[in-house]
């Protein structure tokens, strides 16, 4: 599934103004005091978007906002959309520039933006990240653009192969809104550890990319993609 990209920031824009947003939103505002200062969210997003501004507590607002992102349940979902929303004056640029590069069909790309985005906030390491938002649309476009090139391989090679020889279930690479799902549904299976597990059985990211664009070192992420594949696995035989 793909979406155009006025419909995602319509629909975060249209989330951020309900009640129970708002009940969310107190909840992260009062764990924080980078937040506490803010009345609703229409005011901290005016304060992210102000040309004037220190841009440190700019960054401090965001890395509060994405500590809350790491969580679980309706307020982790409320900092998330905040987070997005405060960097889609960022995200809409990293946009053109992947449809200037003929990245995908442009619905495509949007969905991918949306996903990258989200899998990078849920993700980062803040104890390794200086400038926040420099860091996420980084990230974003960087996998956005190896995804990109991974498939146009994966298909170039299916052009030149024997179509007997082609297996009947081959897919390319699992990407935009589908990957959001899927994520999701693995992350309840092993946790943080899930976004670690599909960037490298997923989206062929070798372990030591992964553990670098994840703020771990090689070893832990080795050691933890190795007990996220067995919990997996676990769980599929239960289910079995």
């Not at 938002?133 to 192969?161: F, G, K, M």
């Not at 994840?214 to 832990?220: N, T």
Request: glycine share 8%.
């Amino acid at each position: 599934m793909s979406f155009k990209w006025h419909e995602i920031h319509d629909s975060l824009v249209m989330t951020s103004t309900t009640l129970q947003f708002q009940k969310s939103f107190e909840t992260i505002r009062c764990s924080d005091p980078a937040l506490a200062g803010f009345t609703d969210p229409a005011a901290l997003l005016d304060a992210l978007h102000g040309r004037d501004g220190c841009a440190e507590r700019k960054n401090r607002i965001l890395m509060a906002l994405i500590g809350a992102a790491h969580g679980g349940g309706a307020a982790s979902d409320c900092a998330l959309t905040l987070v997005l929303l405060a960097l889609w004056p960022g995200l809409d640029a990293v946009r053109r520039r992947l449809l200037w590069r003929k990245a995908g069909r442009p619905e495509d790309i949007s969905s991918e933006i949306l996903a990258r985005a989200t899998e990078t906030v849920r993700g980062l390491d803040l104890r390794r990240v200086n400038r926040v938002a420099a860091t996420v649309l980084r990230n974003v476009e960087r996998d956005a653009i190896r995804a990109h090139c991974r498939e146009a391989a994966w298909w170039t090679s299916v052009d030149d192969a024997d179509p007997d020889t082609i297996d009947d279930c081959a897919t390319g690479p699992i990407c935009g809104v589908e990957g959001i799902f899927l994520r999701r549904d693995v992350e309840r299976l092993v946790g943080r550890d899930g976004d670690l597990v599909l960037r490298v059985a997923i989206d062929g990211f070798t372990q030591g990319e992964t553990a670098r664009a994840l703020g771990l070192s090689e070893a832990a992420a080795r050691k933890r993609y190795q007990r996220a594949t067995r919990r997996l696995r676990e769980a599929f035989h239960e289910f079995a």
